[in-house]
Every structure is written in C-alpha cells, then in structure tokens.
C-alpha cells in the first residue's frame, strides 16, 4: 500500500448527502476480477451521458476537476453496498483524500486498507471546505497527515480527529495481513481456547464437498 | 456486580485475540462466507504474497451474484455473459487451490450466500460471521454478530481468520406489539429505516427486540436483520431463542449430539443482561406500521402504500431537498401523487431479503387464482435450491406458473443486474429486494422496495397496491 503523509491537489466539490457506492461504482462493472483500471467506471451514471459522451455538468469532467485529488462530500458517504471497487475506483482516478461529515462504516475501512484518507469533520467545517471547493483552479488544499492538518486554499489550517492506529499504518503504508501475523502465536492460542469451549465450530464446513 | 453486557457486547468479549492499541482490536472470526464477486482480487493478494487460508474449516464458498436463473442443469457452462463465467470459474479455480469448501451450482445446496448460511445450520448464536456483502447482517437473526467486509479485509480473514475492528456502539430498536392483517417483516424494516434514516445506525450494532421479534418467525427476523446495513449499522442481531434452537436442530451443519447440549447450554448464556445499557434507542409501535413502499431511491424513502409521494418544496434543509427533487426526477414521479397510482411493468420476488419459504408462501397466497396483469413481467426467484424444492413439493410453483409469474432457479437474479434478469429500458421494478439505488436492477430501472406478499399483489394489479385490499 502506498504511503500518504502529505497531499496538496484539486478539492472538488460533490455536495450529494447519502452518496452510495452503486453510484460511486455501478454493479454492472463489478464483474471484473482486477482492482487497477476501474476509473474508466467511476460514477459512470453521472459522469457519462446515454450515449457515452462526457456529462459537461459533471464537476469530475470540467477543467480543474478532472485532475482533482481531493473530494468534498455530504453526509453519509459511501453508504450501501461493501464493494471495495468504489474506493480502487477512486483511487486509480487520482483521489487519495474524501473529506466530509460522516462516512458509511465500511467504505470508511476499506479507503484505509489502499492509502486513501478519509476525514470526518464538523458539518460546518465541510460546508466552508465545500465553499472552498466551488473556486475552481483556485480551490487547491494541503493534507498533512502527521500534524492532522487541512490547509485551506487562504492558508488557514484546520484540524482533523483520526485514531492512531489507522493514522500508523496510513503513514507508513503498512500491510495490515503483515502486522497481523506477526500476532500468529495470540491468534493460535486462541484458538486452541476457542476449540476446549466451542468444539463445535471447528471442522464446522468440512462436510462440503471441497 | 459486574456491569451487565447486551448480546452484542458478550460476543464481542469471547473474540477479541489481543488489543490493537487505540481503540482497535484483534478478533476472531468464527464463520467466514464467500462468493464470486468480492474474492477474485483477494485471493490474487494471497497468491502474491505466497499465503495460504488459515482455516479452510470455517470458510465456505458459494456463486450466487452472476448465475443465471434458468437453465441450471448446464452448470458453469450455462452461462452466457463472459465476464459473469469468468468470475465463477475464478471463484472455482481457487477454492480448489486453497482447499475451500464450495457448493457447486448444480447442487441443491447453491443459493445465495445468506440464504444457505442459516438454511445449512452453518450460520449459529454466539458466533461472528463476515462475508464480502454488506447483507451480512442477516445471520443476526441467529444471533450471530455478523457484518460486511470488504475485499482487503475478506484477504485479511483468509490468511489470517481474524479482523482488526473498533468496537460498535450498542442501539436497541425496541418494536411491541402484534403486526396488523397484512404487515410482513419488511414493512417493519422499512417502518424503521424511514423512522431513523439511512445513517440512524452508523457506528452502531442493532439489537431488535421487544414483543414483535419474540414472535415473528426466524425467517421474519432474517428479513429484518438483513436490511439493517440500509440503515447504516454495522449488524444487526436478534437474541437466541427457543425459536431459534427448534429452527437450528436437525440442519445439516448444526452439532449434533452431545455436542448439540453443550452448544445449548453456551447459547442460552448469549440474551443481553437484564439492566443493559444502549447507546442509542429506537422505539416504535407495531399497531402504526402499515404495508410500507418506497418511493425514492434509497431505503428510508420508504412510506405506507396508503400515502402520497412527498413535495420537496415542504423540505427545509437544502441538501435534503435537492436529494429528494434529484430521487423524484429519477423516479418520474410527481410530487403527492397517490401511491397505489402508480404503474409497475416488472415485478422481482426474491433476494436475500425475501427468498425464502415463508416469503414464497406469503406471494403465492396473493397469487393464487389471480393472473399477472397484462403489460407485467413478473419474476419468482427462491433464494435456494432447498427453497426451491421445498416450494415445489408444496405446489407453489404451479400457482406461480398458473398465474402467468416466472419460476426460477436459485441465485440474485434481479436484485443486482449482475446476472441476464435485470429491468429493461427504466421498466419500473416492485421489488422485495434491499436496495432501491438508481442503475441497481437495470440502467435507469425505477425500483419499488416491498414485502412479498405487496409485491405479488402489484404483478397482479399491474401497479402499487395496498395487499389488504385483495384480502
Ligand atoms: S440478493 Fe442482492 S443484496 Fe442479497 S447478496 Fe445477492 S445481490 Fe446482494
């Protein structure tokens, strides 16, 4: 995974409360088996016209958008289903950064685990980044991860609230499967306890035919 | 006195392996269910890094998303999309390479992941279950703490059987009270996604309880429990009854035996402690909730079939309303127009919200001696081939055949247009699937969410109608 301490780009605004990952993602497009290359999908129903062609009014399509870094979103974001083909989507456009009120649960952990940062803030906070935002080539902000800082575009800093474990691993682009197993002899004698007080959910799904 | 724990928090403790530092921790994962879909790019991650599956015992595979509903007796090669094949002959190549138990779709044991869960005994109280689909929080109905994942964590589950989770907040939604004549289990759901809001639950684990959910059937709290993520919990779970054991007995991976006592004796230790405390409450009366539709395009756009589609101009808040005016102008709907106005051309009854007997049973009551109106498709989908049989043996299939409804074979079908049955050129869709998203079941299909036995009534009147009229 991709480190993230710094970041300074393009915030677009996308003021849509309760935007979920079907429309972030379209089902349609889930039958892929890869994770690289899904930005051709991203917001497709929004972003392309019927007959392919680019949706002017899309804020992703007009000229400082398209190279956005940064996303300024309403509440709720990411809700619905727990593809993580939203965030890949995301990501292999060139956004690292989603800020806004509040996030659904499971999109919030799966920008995480592919070095995108999620940042909850205060509701009038993002109204003003979301102002900030409209300003077009000027709407440009700094992330600085180490310090939980937001430059706005007239350099005021505000910070932000992100819990230390998730901030360590973010910084130093850690492998979660990675620090996982290194927790290998906690997670045997679990489950050798497990096994004296629950025999019966072991060898549960062997009856399958494998 | 120690401090009484709810079911969630008693799950909880018996899986948490170490603390992660701040806040977060190392849990285990006692079932751990697979499809398709979410799986392809995870085990290539596993493949990469030269890892194996920790547990191949408590995971088990399944293809449901991408199948098609008819035909099944070709197997893999029945189906036609080549996308759709290759992510099933990848979810294949691999559970042979990693040693993971599958159910082919040939088998009758096939169906959609959370159907077969409860429906094998595999799914059990006390236990946490994850699964790449954010419907995950169905098995709650077992009382099991189960929830949805997404793909780097399904690889973190594979190579490890553990997750790195914060814990949730505690929410009870409390429902008393008998349901009136024609109420199902989704009108409740939806009575309370429309109460709280699609984020009501953020954060939060439900527990449902109170009078309703003693009494409802555990196919009634599956459909319940299904839907919580669309309010935004985590999961949501339902307390171990003796409903719950008479439905476990007997299935084929339930313990058997002694085992069988001693799994008893640990699930009846699972109800919250008298005295529990909730973060978060939500109270209704099962006497105010009505056949329920929705008329947007997200859960909680949800209102009594009785009523009228809202005026956005009456919405203060302006990101409200512009989402509203937004969901109407995808919906083609007028504002305060009558509900059981408006015309449907599909009608889709299925999904992992209500595919199982007792949903099929509750259409078919609805369907029998009726005819689909004309101008209407109308599909039956069982969630299994168990299901599926089962309806057969009991002649449901006939009475939807009679009727002029499609009987089909096990799988998602409409519910996500992953598979060859999607709505076609924006039909407008009654449905008693979960979602109601814009581009879900077709592009620019105009989704209806609603109980079983609604459902069937609007194939058979040709529009949104209030079942209690058909009697
Ligand atoms: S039936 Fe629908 S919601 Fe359920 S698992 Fe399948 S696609 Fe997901």
Redesign the interface.
């Known amino acids: 995974m991709e480190k993230f301490t710094q970041l300074t780009g393009v915030a677009a605004p996308l003021p849509i409360v309760n935007l979920d990952t079907d429309k972030i993602f379209p089902a349609i497009y889930l039958k892929t088996i890869k994770r690289t290359g899904l930005a051709q999908w991203l917001f497709q129903e929004i972003r392309f016209r019927p007959d392919g062609s680019e949706n002017p009014d899309f804020v992703l399509n007009q000229a400082p958008y398209r190279h956005a870094k940064i996303l300024i979103g309403a509440d709720n974001f990411g809700c619905g289903s727990s593809r993580e083909h939203a965030p890949w989507a995301l990501l292999d456009f060139g956004i690292r950064c989603v800020i806004a009120p509040s996030f659904a649960d499971i999109f919030y952990n799966n920008c995480f685990k592919n070095g995108i940062l999620p940042i909850a803030v205060p509701k009038e906070v993002c109204d003003e980044l979301m102002e900030d935002a409209k300003k077009g080539a000027n709407a440009v902000m700094s992330i600085d991860l180490e310090s939980q800082t937001i430059s706005r575009p007239d350099g005021e800093k505000v910070h932000f609230e992100l819990d230390a474990f998730r901030k360590h691993c973010l910084l130093n682009g850690l492998d979660d499967i990675g620090l996982t197993e290194a927790k290998n002899a906690d997670i045997s004698s679990y489950e050798g306890k497990a096994q004296l007080e629950r025999p019966w959910q072991f060898g549960l799904t062997q009856k399958a035919s494998a | 006195m120690p401090k009484p724990r709810t079911l969630f928090d008693k799950i909880w403790d018996a899986h948490v392996?170490?603390p992660?530092?701040?806040?977060?921790y190392?849990i285990?994962i006692?079932?751990h269910l697979i499809h398709e879909?979410?799986t392809?790019?995870a085990f290539?991650g596993l493949k990469l890094?030269g890892?194996g599956v920790r547990r191949?015992?408590?995971?088990?595979a399944v293809a449901d998303?991408?199948i098609p509903t008819t035909n099944r007796a070709a197997g893999v090669a029945g189906i036609d999309?080549p996308?759709?094949l290759?992510?099933v002959q990848?979810l294949e190549r691999n559970?042979?390479e990693f040693?993971?138990?599958?159910?082919?779709i040939t088998s009758l044991?096939q169906g959609i992941v959370h159907v077969i869960g409860p429906e094998q005994g595999?799914s059990?109280p006390?236990?946490t279950i994850v699964c790449?689909?954010?419907h995950t929080a169905t098995h709650g109905a077992m009382g099991a703490l189960a929830f949805?994942?997404?793909?780097?964590?399904v690889?973190?589950v594979l190579?490890?059987?553990?997750l790195?989770q914060?814990p949730a907040k505690n929410m009870l939604i409390k429902v008393e009270g008998g349901l009136g004549t024609g109420v199902s289990p989704k009108d409740v759901i939806l009575a309370i996604i429309a109460k709280i809001g699609?984020?009501g639950g953020?954060?939060h684990v439900f527990e449902y309880a109170g009078s309703t959910f003693r009494d409802m059937s555990m196919e009634g709290r599956m459909t319940v429990c299904n839907m919580s993520?669309e309010a935004?919990a985590?999961a949501g779970l339902v307390a171990p009854d003796d409903k719950t054991f008479a439905y476990m007995m007997g299935r084929?991976?339930a313990?058997k035996g002694a085992?069988?006592e001693?799994?008893l004796a640990?699930w009846r230790t699972l109800p919250s402690d008298p005295g529990s405390t909730y973060d978060k409450e939500a109270h209704l009366s099962a006497a105010d909730i009505a056949p329920h539709v929705t008329w947007g395009t997200?859960p909680e756009m949800a209102a009594p079939v009785t009523g009228r589609v809202p005026d956005p101009a009456q919405i203060d808040d302006p990101?409200?309303r512009?989402?509203v005016e937004r969901a109407l102008q995808y919906m083609q709907l007028s504002p305060n127009t009558r509900l059981e106005d408006v015309p449907v051309q599909r009608v889709f009854i299925g999904s992992c919200t209500n595919s199982r007997i007792e949903d099929l049973r509750a259409a078919a009551a609805i369907a029998q001696g009726r005819k689909v109106a004309d101008g209407v498709t109308a599909l039956v989908v069982p969630g299994s081939g168990h299901v599926k049989h089962q309806a057969e043996e009991e002649g449901l299939d006939r009475i939807f055949l009679e009727a002029g409804f499609e009987w089909r074979d096990a799988g998602c079908s409409m519910c996500?247009?992953?598979n060859n049955d999607k709505a076609m050129n924006g039909e407008r869709v009654a449905t008693t699937s979960n979602?109601n998203?814009?581009?879900?079941q077709g592009?620019n299909a105009k989704s209806h969410l609603m109980g079983p036995a609604m459902a069937a009534a609007a194939a058979v009147t040709g529009k949104l109608s209030d079942v209690r009229q058909l009697g």
């Open positions: 392996i170490a992660q530092g701040e806040g977060t190392l285990y006692d079932l879909v979410t392809p790019q290539e890094a890892r191949p015992d408590k995971t088990i998303h991408n999309e996308d759709s290759l992510q990848t559970v042979k040693g993971v138990p599958y159910f082919p044991d595999l059990q006390g236990m790449g689909d954010s949805g994942i997404g793909t780097s964590e690889e973190h190579a490890t059987q553990t790195i914060a699609t984020a953020t954060g993520i935004g985590r084929p991976y313990p085992a069988w001693q799994a640990f997200n990101l409200r512009a989402a996500m247009s992953m979602r998203f814009e581009g879900r592009k």
